[in-house]
C-alpha cells in the first residue's frame, strides 16, 4: 500500500516508530535491532514500509533500507514465518549477515532469532538457498552506514578475493573484519584479508 514513508520522527521506542507526516501519525513496528540505525527524534526519516492486512489487524512494518524490506519480502514467503519471524531475524542479524547464513546453510545463527527454532530455521534455509545467490552478498550495499568509498573498496576486495577462488562466504566475511581508513587502498585490503583467511 505504501512504498515508503517521509515524515518527521515523534516517537521512538524499540519495536515501535510514530512518523508524523501530513499532519498523519503512522505507528510503524520496526526489528528492535534497526532502532539505531533511525535518526533522532525531531529529524526528519524515510522509512521503507511493507503492510501487513489481516482480517484482525491491519499493520505497517518499517526498515531503513529497500534491502531490508526485500529481505522481509522474502523471509515472509517461507512457510511458517510471518512477519513477527521475519522482524525477530532482521532483529538480530543485518540483510548480509543472514544471506551469508543460508548461503552457509548456518542454521544455529539463524536459529538465535527470537521465534525461531532449529527446525524453522532448517526450513529458511531449505527455501531460500536456491533464492539467494552468492553475488548479492557482494553487490548488495553495506549496512551500518558506511561510507560509500570504503563500500565500493570492500566490493571491489570481495571480488578479487573469489576470482582467486575463494568461497563468496569466505571472502565477505574475512572483508568484513578488515579495517578501512581514508587512505585504504583495494590492494591493501586484500593483502589484509589474504592473512587472515
Request: glycine share 6%; aromatic share 8%; proline share 4%.
Amino acid at each position: 500500500m505504501y512504498a515508503y514513508i517521509y515524515g518527521r520522527i515523534v516517537e521512538k521506542e524499540p519495536e515501535n516508530l510514530i512518523i508524523e507526516a501530513n499532519q498523519i501519525g503512522y505507528n510503524i513496528h520496526i526489528a528492535s535491532g534497526m532502532l539505531p540505525r533511525f535518526p533522532e527524534i525531531g529529524q526528519m526519516a524515510k522509512v521503507y514500509t511493507y503492510t501487513s492486512v489481516r482480517e484482525d489487524a491491519f499493520w505497517l512494518y518499517g526498515f531503513t533500507t529497500k534491502d531490508e524490506l526485500s529481505l522481509f519480502k522474502l523471509l515472509i514467503t517461507v512457510s511458517g514465518i510471518g512477519p513477527k519471524g521475519a522482524m525477530g531475524i532482521l532483529s538480530v542479524m543485518d540483510a548480509q549477515t543472514f544471506r551469508l547464513a543460508v548461503l552457509s546453510q548456518d542454521t544455529k545463527l539463524i536459529a538465535k532469532a527470537p521465534g525461531v527454532g532449529a527446525k524453522s530455521a532448517s526450513r529458511i534455509v531449505l527455501e531460500l538457498k536456491d533464492r539467494i545467490k552468492p553475488e548479492d552478498i557482494i553487490s548488495s550495499p553495506v549496512s551500518s552506514g558506511e561510507n560509500t568509498a570504503a563500500s565500493v573498496i570492500r566490493q571491489e576486495a570481495s571480488e578479487a578475493l573469489v576470482a582467486l577462488g575463494y568461497s563468496v562466504s569466505d571472502a565477505y566475511r574475512v572483508i568484513q573484519q578488515v579495517e578501512i581508513s581514508e587512505d585504504t587502498t583495494v590492494e591493501a585490503v586484500i593483502k589484509a584479508a589474504l592473512r587472515n583467511m
